[in-house]
Protein backbone atom coordinates (compact mmCIF):
# COMPACT_ATOMS: atom_id res chain seq x y z
CA UNK A 1 0.00 0.00 0.00
CA UNK A 2 0.67 3.42 -0.69
CA UNK A 3 -0.09 6.64 1.09
CA UNK A 4 0.29 10.17 0.36
CA UNK A 5 1.84 12.19 3.55
CA UNK A 6 2.40 16.07 4.23
CA UNK A 7 5.17 16.36 6.97
CA UNK A 8 4.11 19.48 8.07
CA UNK A 9 5.72 21.78 10.41
CA UNK A 10 2.86 22.16 13.04
CA UNK A 11 1.10 19.23 11.42
CA UNK A 12 1.66 16.34 9.76
CA UNK A 13 -1.06 13.97 8.30
CA UNK A 14 -1.54 11.33 5.48
CA UNK A 15 -4.18 10.17 3.04
CA UNK A 16 -4.29 7.10 0.78
CA UNK A 17 -6.07 7.06 -2.72
CA UNK A 18 -9.89 5.19 -2.88
CA UNK A 19 -12.02 4.44 -6.18
CA UNK A 20 -14.02 7.48 -5.07
CA UNK A 21 -10.96 9.78 -4.27
CA UNK A 22 -8.26 10.51 -2.43
CA UNK A 23 -8.76 10.34 1.82
CA UNK A 24 -7.51 11.27 5.22
CA UNK A 25 -6.05 8.70 7.22
CA UNK A 26 -7.27 9.38 10.92
CA UNK A 27 -4.60 8.32 13.45
CA UNK A 28 -5.14 6.72 16.45
CA UNK A 29 -6.96 8.74 18.13
CA UNK A 30 -9.23 9.55 15.50
CA UNK A 31 -8.06 12.95 14.56
CA UNK A 32 -7.12 13.75 10.92
CA UNK A 33 -3.97 16.25 12.22
CA UNK A 34 -1.45 14.44 14.12
CA UNK A 35 1.03 17.57 15.51
CA UNK A 36 4.62 17.35 14.28
CA UNK A 37 5.86 16.96 17.91
CA UNK A 38 8.06 14.71 19.67
CA UNK A 39 8.61 13.63 23.07
CA UNK A 40 10.89 11.30 25.02
CA UNK A 41 10.62 10.79 28.81
CA UNK A 42 13.20 8.89 30.99
CA UNK A 43 11.87 5.45 30.22
CA UNK A 44 12.71 5.85 26.31
CA UNK A 45 9.08 6.37 25.77
CA UNK A 46 8.38 7.93 22.65
CA UNK A 47 5.59 10.68 22.39
CA UNK A 48 4.54 11.50 19.12
CA UNK A 49 1.61 14.34 18.13
CA UNK A 50 -1.06 15.03 20.45
CA UNK A 51 0.53 13.67 23.53
CA UNK A 52 3.95 14.74 22.72
CA UNK A 53 2.19 18.31 22.26
CA UNK A 54 0.46 18.43 25.83
CA UNK A 55 3.51 16.63 27.19
CA UNK A 56 5.80 19.71 25.93
CA UNK A 57 3.57 22.40 28.06
CA UNK A 58 4.56 20.25 30.84
CA UNK A 59 8.33 18.80 30.15
CA UNK A 60 9.60 21.25 27.03
CA UNK A 61 12.93 19.95 28.01
CA UNK A 62 12.27 16.73 27.02
CA UNK A 63 10.35 17.69 23.43
CA UNK A 64 10.81 19.26 20.08
CA UNK A 65 8.62 21.28 17.62
CA UNK A 66 9.21 23.12 14.54
CA UNK A 67 11.86 20.82 13.51
CA UNK A 68 11.00 20.61 9.66
CA UNK A 69 12.76 24.03 10.09
CA UNK A 70 16.62 22.51 10.45
CA UNK A 71 15.77 19.33 8.44
CA UNK A 72 19.13 18.71 6.54
CA UNK A 73 21.10 20.86 9.21
CA UNK A 74 23.38 20.02 11.58
CA UNK A 75 21.27 21.42 14.34
CA UNK A 76 20.81 19.12 17.42
CA UNK A 77 18.03 18.41 19.68
CA UNK A 78 18.58 17.54 23.10
CA UNK A 79 15.08 14.99 24.53
CA UNK A 80 15.61 13.77 28.01
CA UNK A 81 19.69 13.86 27.75
CA UNK A 82 19.52 12.49 24.17
CA UNK A 83 20.75 13.64 20.95
CA UNK A 84 18.54 14.22 17.86
CA UNK A 85 18.45 15.45 14.72
CA UNK A 86 15.86 16.87 12.57
CA UNK A 87 15.37 13.69 10.53
CA UNK A 88 15.57 11.74 13.66
CA UNK A 89 12.38 13.27 14.60
CA UNK A 90 10.99 13.50 11.77
CA UNK A 91 11.22 9.86 11.43
CA UNK A 92 8.91 9.39 14.29
CA UNK A 93 6.66 11.41 13.39
CA UNK A 94 6.75 9.44 9.86
CA UNK A 95 6.75 6.03 11.78
CA UNK A 96 3.95 7.03 14.22
CA UNK A 97 1.84 8.08 10.50
CA UNK A 98 3.23 4.76 9.03
CA UNK A 99 1.16 2.63 11.83
CA UNK A 100 -1.78 4.31 12.30
CA UNK A 101 -2.60 4.02 8.34
CA UNK A 102 -1.74 0.19 8.87
CA UNK A 103 -3.55 -0.25 11.77
CA UNK A 104 -6.73 2.04 10.08
CA UNK A 105 -6.32 0.34 6.88
CA UNK A 106 -5.90 -3.17 8.20
CA UNK A 107 -2.87 -3.70 5.70
CA UNK A 108 0.55 -2.98 5.49
CA UNK A 109 2.19 0.64 4.19
CA UNK A 110 5.84 0.03 2.86
CA UNK A 111 5.74 2.91 0.61
CA UNK A 112 4.89 6.62 0.77
CA UNK A 113 5.05 10.04 -1.28
CA UNK A 114 6.16 13.10 1.49
CA UNK A 115 5.77 16.29 0.91
CA UNK A 116 8.34 19.03 1.22
CA UNK A 117 8.21 23.16 0.34
CA UNK A 118 9.23 23.91 -2.68
CA UNK A 119 11.70 26.10 -1.15
CA UNK A 120 13.76 23.17 0.37
CA UNK A 121 17.26 22.60 -1.02
CA UNK A 122 18.77 19.24 -1.78
CA UNK A 123 20.04 18.43 1.27
CA UNK A 124 16.30 19.10 3.41
CA UNK A 125 14.87 17.36 0.72
CA UNK A 126 17.32 14.21 0.97
CA UNK A 127 16.94 14.42 4.92
CA UNK A 128 13.51 13.75 4.26
CA UNK A 129 13.66 10.99 2.19
CA UNK A 130 15.77 9.66 4.52
CA UNK A 131 13.60 10.21 7.55
CA UNK A 132 11.60 8.20 5.26
CA UNK A 133 13.18 5.42 5.07
CA UNK A 134 14.48 5.22 8.56
CA UNK A 135 10.83 5.04 9.29
CA UNK A 136 10.83 2.25 7.53
CA UNK A 137 8.85 3.13 4.26
CA UNK A 138 10.10 3.59 0.81
CA UNK A 139 9.69 6.81 -0.44
CA UNK A 140 8.60 6.63 -3.60
CA UNK A 141 8.67 10.41 -4.76
CA UNK A 142 9.23 13.51 -2.92
CA UNK A 143 6.55 16.20 -4.01
CA UNK A 144 6.83 19.83 -3.88
CA UNK A 145 3.80 20.88 -1.38
CA UNK A 146 2.06 23.12 -4.20
CA UNK A 147 2.22 21.19 -6.69
CA UNK A 148 0.75 18.27 -4.84
CA UNK A 149 -1.94 21.20 -3.80
CA UNK A 150 -2.66 21.85 -7.20
CA UNK A 151 -3.38 18.10 -7.71
CA UNK A 152 -5.73 17.54 -4.93
CA UNK A 153 -7.58 20.87 -6.28
CA UNK A 154 -8.00 18.84 -9.71
CA UNK A 155 -6.19 21.19 -11.63
CA UNK A 156 -4.91 18.48 -13.53
CA UNK A 157 -8.74 17.55 -14.66
CA UNK A 158 -8.83 20.81 -16.30
CA UNK A 159 -9.75 20.92 -20.27
CA UNK A 160 -8.10 24.06 -20.48
CA UNK A 161 -4.65 25.47 -20.29
CA UNK A 162 -4.68 27.15 -16.53
CA UNK A 163 -2.32 28.77 -14.86
CA UNK A 164 -2.71 29.68 -10.69
CA UNK A 165 -1.22 30.46 -8.42
CA UNK A 166 -0.99 28.55 -4.71
CA UNK A 167 -0.20 30.38 -2.19
CA UNK A 168 0.41 28.75 1.30
CA UNK A 169 0.99 29.72 4.89
CA UNK A 170 1.37 27.57 7.21
CA UNK A 171 2.50 27.62 10.84
CA UNK A 172 6.39 28.37 10.23
CA UNK A 173 6.60 29.00 6.60
CA UNK A 174 5.26 30.46 3.55
CA UNK A 175 5.42 29.34 -0.05
CA UNK A 176 3.99 30.98 -2.99
CA UNK A 177 4.09 29.30 -6.22
CA UNK A 178 3.00 29.66 -9.89
CA UNK A 179 1.89 26.55 -12.12
CA UNK A 180 0.82 25.87 -15.65
CA UNK A 181 -1.57 23.12 -16.36
CA UNK A 182 -1.51 22.60 -20.51
CA UNK A 183 -1.28 19.21 -22.73
CA UNK A 184 -1.42 17.20 -19.70
CA UNK A 185 1.62 18.40 -18.19
CA UNK A 186 1.49 20.18 -15.09
CA UNK A 187 4.61 22.29 -14.51
CA UNK A 188 5.52 24.50 -12.07
CA UNK A 189 6.91 27.73 -13.35
CA UNK A 190 7.93 29.87 -10.42
CA UNK A 191 8.33 28.94 -6.16
CA UNK A 192 9.45 31.84 -3.83
CA UNK A 193 8.59 31.71 0.10
CA UNK A 194 10.04 32.75 3.11
CA UNK A 195 10.99 29.94 5.30
CA UNK A 196 10.95 32.24 8.50
CA UNK A 197 6.77 33.05 8.30
CA UNK A 198 3.90 31.71 9.44
CA UNK A 199 0.99 31.19 11.98
CA UNK A 200 3.66 31.06 14.89
CA UNK A 201 4.27 34.75 13.89
CA UNK A 202 0.96 35.80 14.17
CA UNK A 203 0.55 33.56 17.40
CA UNK A 204 3.43 36.20 18.76
CA UNK A 205 1.94 39.40 17.90
CA UNK A 206 -1.08 38.09 20.59
CA UNK A 207 1.40 36.82 23.35
CA UNK A 208 3.41 39.81 22.80
CA UNK A 209 0.52 42.04 23.35
CA UNK A 210 -0.70 39.81 26.27
CA UNK A 211 2.64 40.30 28.11
CA UNK A 212 3.07 44.00 27.47
CA UNK A 213 -0.77 44.67 28.76
CA UNK A 214 0.37 42.40 31.66
CA UNK A 215 3.68 43.88 32.18
CA UNK A 216 5.42 40.57 32.33
CA UNK A 217 9.07 40.32 31.30
CA UNK A 218 9.86 37.48 29.15
CA UNK A 219 13.17 37.04 29.79
CA UNK A 220 12.00 35.98 33.57
CA UNK A 221 9.89 33.32 32.52
CA UNK A 222 10.59 29.48 32.44
CA UNK A 223 10.49 27.57 29.45
CA UNK A 224 7.45 26.19 30.58
CA UNK A 225 5.92 29.33 31.30
CA UNK A 226 6.83 30.38 28.38
CA UNK A 227 5.44 26.98 26.31
CA UNK A 228 1.94 27.61 28.34
CA UNK A 229 1.40 30.96 27.10
CA UNK A 230 2.19 30.48 23.71
CA UNK A 231 -0.21 27.92 23.95
CA UNK A 232 -3.19 30.26 25.32
CA UNK A 233 -2.04 32.50 22.63
CA UNK A 234 -2.40 30.12 19.76
CA UNK A 235 -5.97 28.81 21.40
CA UNK A 236 -7.20 32.80 21.53
CA UNK A 237 -6.12 32.95 17.86
CA UNK A 238 -7.93 29.71 16.77
CA UNK A 239 -10.87 30.51 18.79
CA UNK A 240 -11.65 34.17 17.11
CA UNK A 241 -13.16 32.97 13.92
CA UNK A 242 -15.61 35.62 12.86
CA UNK A 243 -15.10 37.09 15.71
CA UNK A 244 -13.99 41.01 15.36
CA UNK A 245 -11.19 40.74 18.44
CA UNK A 246 -8.49 37.84 19.67
CA UNK A 247 -8.45 37.44 23.13
CA UNK A 248 -5.92 35.66 24.98
CA UNK A 249 -6.44 34.37 28.65
CA UNK A 250 -3.89 32.53 31.02
CA UNK A 251 -3.81 31.84 34.67
CA UNK A 252 -0.96 33.58 35.91
CA UNK A 253 0.29 33.23 39.23
CA UNK A 254 -2.57 32.58 40.71
CA UNK A 255 -4.40 34.99 38.67
CA UNK A 256 -6.59 34.73 35.17
CA UNK A 257 -5.81 37.43 33.10
CA UNK A 258 -6.73 38.67 30.23
CA UNK A 259 -6.08 40.90 26.82
CA UNK A 260 -8.39 41.62 24.31
CA UNK A 261 -6.92 43.04 20.51
CA UNK A 262 -9.87 44.37 18.50
CA UNK A 263 -9.04 43.37 14.73
CA UNK A 264 -8.37 47.00 13.37
CA UNK A 265 -5.11 46.82 16.12
CA UNK A 266 -4.44 43.01 15.07
CA UNK A 267 -4.13 44.28 11.35
CA UNK A 268 -1.60 46.85 12.22
CA UNK A 269 0.62 45.29 14.47
CA UNK A 270 0.43 42.48 11.77
CA UNK A 271 1.25 44.83 9.28
CA UNK A 272 5.46 44.02 8.57
CA UNK A 273 4.01 40.48 8.53
CA UNK A 274 1.95 40.92 5.36
CA UNK A 275 4.66 43.13 3.89
CA UNK A 276 6.71 39.93 3.90
CA UNK A 277 4.22 38.28 2.35
CA UNK A 278 4.15 40.38 -0.95
CA UNK A 279 7.95 40.11 -1.78
CA UNK A 280 7.40 36.14 -2.62
CA UNK A 281 4.76 36.98 -4.08
CA UNK A 282 6.00 39.95 -6.41
CA UNK A 283 9.24 37.58 -7.35
CA UNK A 284 7.79 34.77 -7.89
CA UNK A 285 5.49 36.48 -10.46
CA UNK A 286 8.26 37.93 -11.92
CA UNK A 287 10.20 34.98 -11.99
CA UNK A 288 7.21 33.39 -14.19
CA UNK A 289 7.22 36.44 -16.33
CA UNK A 290 3.34 36.67 -15.55
CA UNK A 291 1.20 39.26 -14.21
CA UNK A 292 -1.60 38.70 -11.20
CA UNK A 293 -4.16 39.20 -14.31
CA UNK A 294 -2.56 36.16 -16.36
CA UNK A 295 -3.25 33.83 -12.99
CA UNK A 296 -7.02 32.07 -13.72
CA UNK A 297 -7.28 30.88 -10.28
CA UNK A 298 -5.78 30.99 -6.29
CA UNK A 299 -5.59 28.33 -3.97
CA UNK A 300 -5.20 28.88 -0.44
CA UNK A 301 -3.52 26.02 1.24
CA UNK A 302 -2.17 25.94 4.97
CA UNK A 303 -3.73 26.54 8.29
CA UNK A 304 -2.91 30.00 8.63
CA UNK A 305 -5.38 30.84 5.41
CA UNK A 306 -8.52 30.14 7.77
CA UNK A 307 -7.72 33.77 9.63
CA UNK A 308 -10.54 36.03 7.91
CA UNK A 309 -7.82 38.81 8.37
CA UNK A 310 -5.47 36.68 5.79
CA UNK A 311 -7.97 35.58 3.13
CA UNK A 312 -9.60 39.51 3.45
CA UNK A 313 -5.56 40.22 2.70
CA UNK A 314 -5.75 37.94 -0.37
CA UNK A 315 -8.90 38.91 -1.47
CA UNK A 316 -7.33 42.46 -1.98
CA UNK A 317 -3.76 41.73 -2.95
CA UNK A 318 -5.23 39.36 -6.15
CA UNK A 319 -8.61 41.66 -6.59
CA UNK A 320 -10.60 38.64 -6.47
CA UNK A 321 -11.79 35.85 -4.27
CA UNK A 322 -9.88 32.86 -3.57
CA UNK A 323 -10.33 29.22 -3.98
CA UNK A 324 -10.62 27.04 -0.48
CA UNK A 325 -12.97 24.32 -1.42
CA UNK A 326 -10.44 21.50 -0.46
CA UNK A 327 -9.94 21.77 3.45
CA UNK A 328 -6.34 24.11 3.61
CA UNK A 329 -4.87 21.53 5.83
CA UNK A 330 -5.66 18.82 3.76
CA UNK A 331 -5.35 19.63 0.41
CA UNK A 332 -1.03 18.70 0.41
CA UNK A 333 -1.34 15.04 1.82
CA UNK A 334 -4.84 14.49 -0.56
CA UNK A 335 -2.30 15.70 -3.36
CA UNK A 336 0.54 13.36 -2.60
CA UNK A 337 -2.32 10.98 -2.31
CA UNK A 338 -3.21 11.04 -6.03
CA UNK A 339 0.27 11.14 -6.46
CA UNK A 340 1.04 8.06 -5.28
CA UNK A 341 -2.16 6.31 -6.68
CA UNK A 342 -0.68 7.61 -9.73
CA UNK A 343 2.53 6.45 -9.92
CA UNK A 344 0.64 2.99 -8.84
CA UNK A 345 -1.33 3.95 -12.10
CA UNK A 346 -4.33 3.22 -10.60
CA UNK A 347 -7.43 3.25 -13.37
CA UNK A 348 -9.84 5.84 -12.10
CA UNK A 349 -7.00 8.77 -12.62
CA UNK A 350 -5.60 10.08 -15.64
CA UNK A 351 -1.58 10.42 -15.29
CA UNK A 352 -0.08 13.53 -15.47
CA UNK A 353 3.04 14.50 -16.18
CA UNK A 354 4.73 16.44 -13.40
CA UNK A 355 7.40 18.72 -14.11
CA UNK A 356 8.96 20.39 -11.11
CA UNK A 357 11.42 23.90 -10.62
CA UNK A 358 14.73 23.94 -9.22
CA UNK A 359 13.92 25.97 -6.66
CA UNK A 360 17.41 27.18 -6.21
CA UNK A 361 20.62 28.18 -8.63
CA UNK A 362 23.52 25.84 -9.52
CA UNK A 363 26.48 26.57 -10.13
CA UNK A 364 30.59 26.20 -9.51
CA UNK A 365 33.13 28.17 -8.33
CA UNK A 366 35.51 29.93 -10.63
CA UNK A 367 38.12 32.71 -11.07
CA UNK A 368 37.91 35.76 -13.02
CA UNK A 369 40.67 38.00 -14.53
CA UNK A 370 40.56 40.97 -12.89
CA UNK A 371 40.75 44.39 -14.94
CA UNK A 372 45.01 44.29 -14.08
CA UNK A 373 45.11 40.77 -14.97
CA UNK A 374 45.08 39.74 -11.68
CA UNK A 375 43.33 35.87 -11.07
CA UNK A 376 40.29 36.57 -8.75
CA UNK A 377 38.49 33.70 -7.03
CA UNK A 378 35.62 32.87 -4.89
CA UNK A 379 33.35 33.82 -8.13
CA UNK A 380 29.97 31.69 -8.55
CA UNK A 381 28.96 31.16 -12.21
CA UNK A 382 25.43 29.40 -12.46
CA UNK A 383 25.02 26.61 -14.86
CA UNK A 384 21.14 25.20 -13.71
CA UNK A 385 19.38 29.07 -12.73
CA UNK A 386 16.97 28.61 -10.23
CA UNK A 387 13.29 27.80 -11.27
CA UNK A 388 14.38 25.94 -14.40
CA UNK A 389 11.91 23.34 -15.26
CA UNK A 390 13.19 20.33 -14.37
CA UNK A 391 14.34 17.39 -15.20
CA UNK A 392 17.25 19.76 -16.82
CA UNK A 393 20.38 18.89 -18.12
CA UNK A 394 22.72 21.82 -19.08
CA UNK A 395 26.10 21.78 -19.83
CA UNK A 396 29.08 24.80 -19.31
CA UNK A 397 32.25 25.25 -20.89
CA UNK A 398 34.84 26.21 -18.84
CA UNK A 399 39.14 26.34 -19.32
CA UNK A 400 42.30 25.91 -17.58
CA UNK A 401 43.07 29.54 -16.13
CA UNK A 402 47.34 29.06 -16.09
CA UNK A 403 49.70 27.84 -17.95
CA UNK A 404 51.01 24.18 -16.62
CA UNK A 405 47.47 23.87 -14.35
CA UNK A 406 47.22 19.60 -14.03
CA UNK A 407 44.33 19.86 -11.59
CA UNK A 408 41.08 21.28 -11.52
CA UNK A 409 38.34 21.33 -8.65
CA UNK A 410 34.87 21.48 -9.28
CA UNK A 411 33.01 23.29 -6.34
CA UNK A 412 29.35 22.39 -7.18
CA UNK A 413 27.27 24.94 -4.98
CA UNK A 414 24.05 26.15 -4.55
CA UNK A 415 22.71 29.65 -3.91
CA UNK A 416 22.02 33.08 -5.28
CA UNK A 417 25.26 35.12 -4.09
CA UNK A 418 27.95 36.22 -6.43
CA UNK A 419 30.14 34.74 -4.05
CA UNK A 420 30.48 31.47 -3.87
CA UNK A 421 31.74 31.48 -0.62
CA UNK A 422 28.37 32.79 0.46
CA UNK A 423 26.63 30.06 -1.13
CA UNK A 424 25.68 26.12 0.14
CA UNK A 425 28.64 23.98 -0.85
CA UNK A 426 27.36 20.67 -2.31
CA UNK A 427 30.38 18.88 -3.06
CA UNK A 428 33.95 18.92 -5.05
CA UNK A 429 34.83 17.04 -7.88
CA UNK A 430 38.68 16.81 -8.54
CA UNK A 431 40.65 16.44 -12.09
CA UNK A 432 43.44 15.95 -13.32
CA UNK A 433 43.64 17.32 -16.97
CA UNK A 434 46.94 17.24 -19.76
CA UNK A 435 49.54 19.75 -19.36
CA UNK A 436 49.47 22.70 -21.48
CA UNK A 437 49.10 26.34 -21.49
CA UNK A 438 46.24 28.67 -19.99
CA UNK A 439 42.97 28.38 -21.56
CA UNK A 440 44.22 25.35 -23.74
CA UNK A 441 42.31 22.52 -21.71
CA UNK A 442 38.34 22.53 -22.40
CA UNK A 443 36.39 21.11 -19.60
CA UNK A 444 32.62 20.82 -20.39
CA UNK A 445 30.20 20.51 -16.88
CA UNK A 446 27.13 19.05 -17.10
CA UNK A 447 24.41 19.69 -14.02
CA UNK A 448 21.66 16.97 -14.82
CA UNK A 449 18.84 17.73 -12.06
CA UNK A 450 15.83 15.29 -11.60
CA UNK A 451 12.34 15.74 -10.50
CA UNK A 452 13.35 13.26 -7.13
CA UNK A 453 16.48 16.29 -6.57
CA UNK A 454 18.74 14.49 -7.06
CA UNK A 455 21.97 16.23 -8.50
CA UNK A 456 24.53 14.90 -11.03
CA UNK A 457 27.58 16.59 -12.43
CA UNK A 458 29.38 15.45 -15.02
CA UNK A 459 32.97 16.88 -16.28
CA UNK A 460 34.39 15.80 -19.50
CA UNK A 461 37.88 16.49 -20.48
CA UNK A 462 37.34 17.41 -24.03
CA UNK A 463 41.27 16.64 -25.38
CA UNK A 464 41.16 12.96 -23.86
CA UNK A 465 37.19 12.09 -23.97
CA UNK A 466 37.74 10.80 -20.29
CA UNK A 467 34.33 11.74 -17.81
CA UNK A 468 34.21 11.76 -14.47
CA UNK A 469 30.66 11.75 -12.88
CA UNK A 470 29.53 12.38 -8.98
CA UNK A 471 26.44 12.13 -7.70
CA UNK A 472 25.98 14.79 -5.19
CA UNK A 473 25.63 13.45 -1.51
CA UNK A 474 25.19 16.14 0.65
CA UNK A 475 27.80 16.95 3.29
CA UNK A 476 26.02 17.23 5.96
CA UNK A 477 24.11 13.95 5.90
CA UNK A 478 26.15 11.54 3.46
CA UNK A 479 24.93 8.36 5.32
CA UNK A 480 25.30 4.89 3.79
CA UNK A 481 23.21 1.99 3.70
CA UNK A 482 24.79 0.70 6.66
CA UNK A 483 25.09 3.71 8.61
CA UNK A 484 21.20 4.07 7.93
CA UNK A 485 20.79 0.33 8.96
CA UNK A 486 22.88 1.12 12.82
CA UNK A 487 21.16 4.78 13.19
CA UNK A 488 17.99 2.47 12.62
CA UNK A 489 18.92 -0.01 15.24
CA UNK A 490 20.02 2.70 17.47
CA UNK A 491 16.77 4.26 17.39
CA UNK A 492 14.84 0.98 17.57
CA UNK A 493 15.44 0.82 21.48
CA UNK A 494 13.09 3.73 21.64
CA UNK A 495 9.31 2.45 22.51
CA UNK A 496 6.72 4.11 20.56
CA UNK A 497 3.06 4.17 22.81
CA UNK A 498 1.24 0.96 22.11
CA UNK A 499 -2.13 2.82 20.77
CA UNK A 500 -4.83 1.74 23.00
CA UNK A 501 -2.69 2.85 25.84
CA UNK A 502 -2.48 6.13 23.73
CA UNK A 503 -5.63 7.42 23.64
CA UNK A 504 -5.68 7.02 27.84
CA UNK A 505 -2.21 8.91 28.13
CA UNK A 506 -3.21 11.63 26.07
CA UNK A 507 -6.15 12.29 28.18
CA UNK A 508 -4.20 11.90 31.53
CA UNK A 509 -1.52 14.23 30.10
CA UNK A 510 -4.51 16.83 29.50
CA UNK A 511 -5.74 16.34 33.11
CA UNK A 512 -2.76 17.20 34.55
CA UNK A 513 -1.86 20.42 32.32
CA UNK A 514 -5.64 21.35 32.95
CA UNK A 515 -4.93 21.09 36.61
CA UNK A 516 -2.04 23.62 36.38
CA UNK A 517 -4.73 25.52 34.94
CA UNK A 518 -6.97 25.66 37.14
CA UNK A 519 -8.22 26.55 40.70
CA UNK A 520 -10.28 26.19 43.64
CA UNK A 521 -13.49 24.16 42.40
CA UNK A 522 -12.92 23.08 38.92
CA UNK A 523 -9.44 22.09 40.58
CA UNK A 524 -11.32 19.52 42.82
CA UNK A 525 -13.90 18.51 40.30
CA UNK A 526 -10.66 17.48 37.80
CA UNK A 527 -9.08 16.05 40.36
CA UNK A 528 -12.15 13.66 41.25
CA UNK A 529 -13.16 12.50 37.57
CA UNK A 530 -8.90 11.84 37.05
CA UNK A 531 -9.24 9.76 40.33
CA UNK A 532 -11.74 7.90 38.76
CA UNK A 533 -10.73 7.12 35.53
CA UNK A 534 -7.17 6.13 36.90
CA UNK A 535 -9.24 3.32 38.71
CA UNK A 536 -10.80 1.92 35.96
CA UNK A 537 -7.92 1.85 34.21
CA UNK A 538 -5.76 0.22 36.75
CA UNK A 539 -8.57 -2.58 36.77
CA UNK A 540 -7.73 -3.02 33.13
CA UNK A 541 -11.15 -4.30 32.05
CA UNK A 542 -11.04 -2.94 28.02
CA UNK A 543 -14.91 -2.48 27.62
CA UNK A 544 -15.14 -0.42 30.81
CA UNK A 545 -12.04 1.60 30.08
CA UNK A 546 -13.57 2.61 26.86
CA UNK A 547 -16.20 4.04 28.34
CA UNK A 548 -14.59 5.64 31.72
CA UNK A 549 -12.20 6.91 28.73
CA UNK A 550 -15.69 9.02 27.03
CA UNK A 551 -16.57 10.18 30.38
CA UNK A 552 -13.24 11.42 31.39
CA UNK A 553 -12.89 13.22 27.78
CA UNK A 554 -16.56 14.68 28.57
CA UNK A 555 -15.41 16.15 31.91
CA UNK A 556 -11.86 17.50 30.84
CA UNK A 557 -13.67 19.07 27.36
CA UNK A 558 -16.64 20.76 30.10
CA UNK A 559 -13.71 21.84 32.83
CA UNK A 560 -11.55 23.35 29.63
CA UNK A 561 -14.85 25.32 28.33
CA UNK A 562 -15.77 26.01 32.39
CA UNK A 563 -12.43 27.67 32.37
CA UNK A 564 -12.39 29.41 29.17
CA UNK A 565 -15.69 31.31 30.07
CA UNK A 566 -14.69 31.96 33.70
P1 LIG B 1 -0.09 24.02 8.87
O1 LIG B 1 1.40 24.19 8.99
O2 LIG B 1 -0.60 24.17 7.51
O3 LIG B 1 -0.60 22.82 9.60
O4 LIG B 1 -0.72 25.28 9.64
C1 LIG B 1 -0.65 25.38 11.01
C2 LIG B 1 -0.91 26.80 11.42
O5 LIG B 1 -2.25 27.14 11.10
C3 LIG B 1 -0.73 27.04 12.89
O6 LIG B 1 0.07 28.20 13.09
C4 LIG B 1 -2.13 27.27 13.38
O7 LIG B 1 -2.14 28.19 14.45
C5 LIG B 1 -2.82 27.84 12.18
N1 LIG B 1 -4.26 27.63 12.23
C6 LIG B 1 -4.94 26.46 12.15
N2 LIG B 1 -6.27 26.66 12.27
C7 LIG B 1 -6.44 27.99 12.43
C8 LIG B 1 -7.57 28.84 12.62
N3 LIG B 1 -8.81 28.35 12.67
N4 LIG B 1 -7.36 30.17 12.74
C9 LIG B 1 -6.10 30.68 12.69
N5 LIG B 1 -4.99 29.94 12.52
C10 LIG B 1 -5.15 28.61 12.39
Redesign the pocket.
Known sequence: MIIGIDL????SLAAYYTDEGPKIIPNRLGER?TPSVVSIDEDDQVYVGESARERLALHPDQGAHLFKRSMGSRKEFKLGGKTFSAQDLSSFVLRQLKEDAESYLGEPVTEAVISVPAYFNDIKRKATKRAGELAGLKVERIISEPTAAAIAYGLYQKQEDTRFLVF??????FDVSILEYYDDILEVRAVAGDNYL???D??NVILEHFLEEHHIDKDECTDREMAYLRNQA?KG??A??GENSYRMQALWHGDRLESTMNRRDFEKKTRKLFDRIKQPVRRSLSDAGVKIRDIDEIVL????T??PTVRKFVGRLFGRVPDTSVN??EAVALGAAIQGAMKERKSSIREVILTDVCPFTLGTEISVKTENGRLEGNHFCPILERNTVIPASRTEKFFTVYDHQTQVEIHVLQGESRFASNNVSLGLLSLTVPDGRAGEQEIDITYTYDVNALLEVEAKIVSTGEIVTKLIKNQDNNMTMEEMQARMQELAYLKIHPREKEANKVLLLRGERLYEETTGELREQLEAVTRQFERILDRQDPDRIEEARKDYEEALDWIEEALWLE
Open positions: GTTNLDLGGGTGGEFTEKCSQVGGTRMPD
